[in-house]
């Protein structure tokens, strides 16, 4: 390659005064990363040899594995130049080292990193991945038609995480204000599940499938028993992946995404999250497939008993039973979750979980920020599950967890079920839909919300 | 869509809305990257989909939005020539003045849907460009404050200070070692155009600081 590349660089960075980290480089001159990283170095160094005009300072992407408070975890992080070799010198192995950014200015915060590759980035964003070392060949965009059905199947679960929701409520502290709201009883849990359901399609749609509850009952707890075990399957070993040894290419992902400066702990809290929803998403796609291939006829035959729907919201409804209904025949998944409870006897309507799911997954989306701070609020309550007991865990950890969010598994679950509660107490008022069904579902991983805030936020 | 005219105050309520939002992200910018005040009391949040500098102190929030506050009528009507961020020494010269210039053109159209998203990756743009501008220019000598200043008409002055926009906030007319620096170099910074606002950012900085 001809060392034109080295001019435009100089111009980029001293003339423009701009950021020229790798990502943006290759988005701009059309080059894989890997040759962009390649370019960056070269120009540092044929400047920094010159070692004239003005200086020039860089970053450095740096990853490894260390031992931190007794495990031992992979750290990717952004560093100064300053800090490079104390950060290279804290890791047991250093993986990769190579540079992230150069410029002129001597960055305060990261903040500009994330700004620059922010618009290219989003400019590019059908083929942002065009240069990305990052590859896999499953990773399809997908049609319109599989979209639509990864949606509905992102809504069901979120209900029958709801579902059990209610129960847990019951049994808390009147501390918690969504259990303090809730009347007691199974008719109670459906109310309040009803009244909790948020404004969204969905919901209206489950408004309706009480209309029809007679026919849907039935199926929902099994559809809702069946997502859980799927999203179980799927999130626990995802769980484990962020846990300790976060995927890489998820990282990286996340480096572009949110550049950190400074401590590595500080780079890994913030990429987890961002690399569980990574994992969720993966994990809608691939239950979504699952679910799409096990459609049988009684789903159709179900259409006609949707009375109520609009025009509008028919073809979702129908797509909504369809999903609730799938699980039923296949109850051999609860092989594949060793610790979840058996199927419930209660029935709940698994729309209304989605919804709520949904609903979480939105406000997760939403504000991370703002949330992480309800979070730390609402984790304060605690709730029993009657099920099984790993819930209850969960409701201790998390109030331990509450200042930190490097542990996924107990964090995302205690999220999901704190920000459930939130919306529990927001929606009491505004429908009232039947809950039907208690399932362990509840303790399903809360990777399945995330999902659909990932498709909303589109 | 349609178009909209000067007349239609609700459009240049919006225009004023946006503007004073973008200054008041852009003041916190610069107090953080000029560190006028230490960093501790900066905290990262977001605005227009990127981190940013805001800080945490209330009184200086407080300070800050008061006087954006008896701006943002200003803007509305299209008066405010200038805004400007100055930035003096402990004797009160100033170093540096971030003068932002900003117009708005008196046909104003909406003509596109993508209009308000576009203004945002524009202020975008500008925000990294302050976040930035430490590159271009020298550090400040400890102990500096800040001011704003704001060139507008003379009618539209002493509509100000007849009328308290806030009780208790006074404007008063700067005085002249604010208002001109001797020995400045100009720095460009970002130029935005759009077709609801244009704005240009500079920077008047002192050849010699201490």
Known sequence: MDDL????????????????????LSLTLGVHVNTAKQMLYHYLEQKRRESSGTPLHATYLVSGKCVENGSTCHKVSVVREDKLDAVKAKMDVTVSVHVYSVQRA??????????????????????????SAIHCAAAVPMSSVELQRAQEVALVTPVEKEISKPHLNESTSATSKPSAKQPSGIMGMFASKNASKSQESSKEVKTEQKDDSALVETSKTKPASKANPMSNFFGKPSQKKVDEK???????????NSATSGTASMKRSQSSPKSEFAIKEEQSKVSSALKVESKDT??????????????EKMESQQKKRRRIKKPQPDSSDDEVV?????????????????VKRESVSHQEESSEVKRRKRRRVLKSHTFVDEEGSFVTEKGYVSESYSE????????????????????FGKREEEKKEKSQKKTSAANKPTKQPSIMGFFQKK | MATLTRQDLNFGQVVADILCEFLEVAIHLILYVREV????????????????????????NQYIQDTLHCVKPLIEKNEAEKVVVVIMDKE???????????????????????????????????ILKISVCDAVLDNNPPGCTFTVLVHTREAAARNMEKVQVIKDFPWIVADEQEVHMEEAKLIPLKTMTSDILKMQLYVEEKTQKT
């Open chain 1, 246 to 256: 976060p995927n890489k290419s998820i990282k990286e992902e996340t480096d572009g």
């Open chain 1, 338 to 354: 060793p610790d979840s409870p058996p199927v419930p006897n209660i029935q709940t309507p698994s729309p209304k979980k989605q």
């Open chain 1, 106 to 131: 001597e960055l305060k915060d990261s903040s500009p990193l994330y700004s620059t590759d922010y618009d290219a980035v989003k400019e590019n964003l059908k083929n942002c991945n065009k240069y």
């Open chain 1, 298 to 311: 009684r789903n159709k035959s179900k259409r006609p008993e949707v009375l109520d729907s609009d025009d």
């Open chain 2, 92 to 126: 009160h010269h100033p170093v540096e003045r971030f003068v932002f210039e900003i117009s708005q053109p008196p046909l104003l159209s909406i003509s596109s849907e993508t209009l308000l998203s576009h203004v945002e990756q524009l202020l975008r743009a500008v």
């Open chain 2, 37 to 60: 005040y230490p960093s501790g009391i900066f905290q990262k949040r977001k605005k227009y989909n990127v981190p940013v500098q805001m800080s945490c102190h209330p009184e200086l």
């Open chain 1, 5 to 24: 590349y080295l001019d435009n660089i100089d111009e980029f960075v001293h003339d423009q005064n701009k950021i020229v980290t790798y990502k943006w």
């Open chain 1, 404 to 423: 930190s969010e490097e542990e996924p598994e107990p964090n995302s679950k205690a999220k999901d079920s704190s920000s459930l509660k939130q919306s």
